[in-house]
């Protein structure tokens, strides 16, 4: 492949002008960053023509993978018939309409209102806002706490890092007043003799205790990741999210899902919600909404919520330059349209997820590295372990992860590392050979990991 400049120039112009995200700038200028050209499904290529299988659907959002010519073609058709309008002024468009027909035509029934954004960090930010303004309408102004996990994560913007649980963000100015955390529903690193089930239970009655402590006249509400996503896929067990349904209820708190990354079919159902059997009050979304071709999020509510902010709030004194965006919503309308139309996500529920599935636990299943296996449709984990029946963590799990990571490039696959977890997220488009190709280059890098640090 060759291209205009070489690569070291693109890596010293990049180094003179950016800060990347989560990395250690100094490090990554004196290494320098892969340069990445072209995309057509799985697969990516960079400045010097290196080709990867990416596992991580870019960062979990390319759902239909890369080079869809129809979504590139309503990006087009769109730029040429209204490149911008807003929705201030009293004014729509038809694509921001039809997109809003077309999405809750996916959604379950008791959701009827989106607030469009532009990205999963905005959506969590208007979250806070609309929750408390929904509570403030009802005459409540004093619910007013959210309450999230610790090792969630929700975005780095300010409000959405403080939402999140991830300390390390927190310490570098990540936090705002009226936020709470629980733990996190993480079993493997749970030390004791409780089965799936009762940790489950223990895990989400940590919420019932902070609300007790915090006083439910002053909680707004409950924010999780159906599954975690940036901290490490993690898959509560079944007993958790009925549980924490019942405790929301009980105390009148508003049970809010980030869907950013468990949405539009990565499960195998439209939302990892419904993967999961429980009925949140509002919805974060993005990411898979455009299959990442163009920037656009969204906050959905519920019926009731809606009902209350439309019928008695008046005035909501929010507003986004880019909400709604008709370049995005034309986008958005063309994916949602092919993954429904294409049969994408029963593809990946009957099909493909499965297959998935399957070839990760006979390949991993007794591997001297691995202490357990994740996951559901298009999303898994290989915890890395230093013994599976006693789930003892490696001492230094981070940085035999990253290692695995960093082996997986040079393999040829893109898969992530968080904690001593390797993830992967591929497109949900993917095809059976390319689940080999994914797999079996992640056995390469799991192997020379182990080989290294002389489990293998």
Known sequence: MTTSRETRDYQAADAAHHIHAFVDQK????????????????????NDGRRYLDGMSGLWCTNLGYGRKDLNAAASRQLEQLPYYNMFFHTTHPQVIELSELLFSLLPGHYSH??????????????????RRYWQ??????????????????????????????????????MIPDIAHIDEPYFFAHEGNLTPAEFGLRAAQQLEAKILELGADKVAGFIAEPFQGAGG??????????????????????????????????TGEWFAHEYFGFEPDTLSIAKGLTSGY???????????????????????????????????????????????DEGVVTRVKDDIGPYLQQCLREVFGNHPLVG?????????????????????????????????????FEEGVIIRSTLGRMIMAPALIASREEIDELVGKTLKAVDRTAQEYGRL
């Not at 490090?27 to 960079?46: S, T, Y």
């Not at 029946?389 to 001492?395: L, V």
């Open 27 to 46: 490090a990554l200028n004196d290494e320098g960053p892969r340069v990445m050209v072209r995309g057509d499904r799985l697969h990516l290529w960079d």
């Open 137 to 174: 309408v009802l005459g409540k102004p004093e619910k007013k706490i959210m309450i999230g996990r610790w090792n969630g994560y929700h975005g780095s913007t300010l409000a959405a890092t403080a939402l999140g649980g991830m300390k390390f963000m927190h310490e570098m100015g990540g």
């Open 233 to 266: 896929m993690i898959f509560p067990p079944e007993s958790y999210w009925p549980e924490i349904q019942r405790i929301c209820r009980k105390y009148d708190v508003l049970l809010c899902a980030d869907e950013v990354i468990g949405g539009f079919g990565r």
């Open 372 to 408: 357990d296996i994740q996951g559901t449709g298009m999303v898994a984990a290989l915890q890395l372990a230093e013994d599976k029946a006693t789930r003892k963590r490696f001492a230094n799990e981070n940085d035999i992860a990253w290692r695995c990571r960093t082996i997986g």
């Open 114 to 131: 989106a607030i469009y954004t532009n990205s999963g960090s905005e959506a969590n930010e208007v979250l806070i806002r609309t929750v």
């Open 294 to 340: 163009i920037p656009m999020g969204g906050l959905i509510l519920s019926k009731k919520m809606a009902d209350v902010l439309v019928e008695q709030g008046g005035v909501f004194a929010h507003g986004l330059t880019y909400s709604g965006h008709p370049v995005a919503a034309a986008v958005a309308i063309a994916n949602l349209k092919a993954l429904r």
